[in-house]
């Protein structure tokens, strides 16, 4: 079974920065794509960055080019957040999604929390 362990949430000030990591527990065939997600209690989970094998990155308009998302190999994804805000406070969550030639699936982590105090 494959274990996502994200790192680096914490508590900081508006306009500071944090680097968030995923580290997968072992090796995972067929990764398409990677990202993060985030999540305030009562509100559905939303996407904030993705990263395709071929290193092809999308972005939610929120982030307004404040975050970075990028890899150093098929089992790690890391967002970089600068110019953070308080509306950015969020358990923040790793997706990394396979297709094989016999199945496809999501893996997801436990969250790290983000808070953004003003």
């Known amino acids: 079974q494959v274990q996502l362990v994200e790192s680096g949430g914490g508590l900081v000030q508006t306009g500071e920065s944090l680097r968030l990591s995923c580290t997968a527990s072992?090796?995972?065939?067929?990764?398409?794509?990677m990202g993060w997600y985030r999540q305030v209690p009562g509100k559905q989970r939303e996407l904030v960055a993705t990263?395709?094998?071929?290193?092809?990155t999308n972005y939610a308009d929120f982030v307004k080019g404040r975050f970075t998302i990028s890899r150093d190999n098929a089992n790690t994804v890391y967002l970089q957040m600068n110019t953070l805000k308080p509306e950015d406070t969020a358990v923040y969550y790793c997706?990394?999604?396979?297709?094989?030639?016999?199945?496809?699936?999501?893996?997801w982590g436990k969250g790290t929390l983000v808070t953004v105090s003003s």
């Open positions: 997706n990394v999604n396979t297709n094989t030639r016999f199945s496809s699936r999501a893996y």
């Open positions: 072992g090796i995972i065939f067929g990764i398409s794509d």
């Open positions: 990263i395709t094998s071929g290193s092809t």
